[in-house]
């Protein structure tokens, strides 16, 4: 489209007033001929460009659907800040904080205090390496119990943001941990009651080895 622009305006420049007036009916009819291609062919870049448009918008409409439905949580953080931004849905259940009062908040006060640090290591880590790096810590929403989960962090490329940054992908793995710590309970419970049972045991082998002690000497003494 900027080549055909170009082309007209040079046209346009190329032919003075004077010419025009001396232009015969043949040439002038010429001259509007091409321009009237001009205007055709800018008319139909115009309309690929808007359907092109039109395809664009849906295309981002669609993956803002699915980014702020998904399961799990999506939010982006900024590496000089902690700043969050970008925040999908999940994450403002997990918070319990409406969407509005989340964005330019520190994703940092809502962890644990005594995961802080985990936290800290984790997100320094991402910027250091500009690998995929996890950690599991406990969010602090603003109501409610703390919910165990796991972080999943890279660093996002984007030339037009102020400082470099994050998208951090938060997996609510609460019920799991819930089973771990009852799995783990279990097998305490079944452990100690094994070492009671083989505890039993040895006491009584080492009964069993007494009585026979004692009936051996007693059946010497009668020899």
Known sequence: MTDLRSRAEALARN???AEIEVMSAWDTNKLIQEFQ???VELEMQNEELTQYSDKLQKANDKYADLYDSAPVGYVKL???TGKMSEINLAVTQFLGVERRWLQGENFAQYIAPQDLNEFYIFFKEIFETRHKHMCEL?????HGSPVFVRLEGTEVE???APSRSCQIVVID???RKKMEEELDEKVRVCTAELEHQVS???AE???NKNRRYHLTIQTHKKI
């Open 15 to 17: 032919i003075s007033n």
């Open 37 to 39: 291609v001009y205007q």
């Open 78 to 80: 900024s590496q000089k």
């Open 138 to 142: 406990h969010l602090r929403p603003k």
């Open 158 to 160: 984007d030339a037009s």
């Open 173 to 175: 793995i609460n019920e």
């Open 200 to 202: 039993l045991l040895k």
């Open 205 to 207: 082998i080492e009964k």
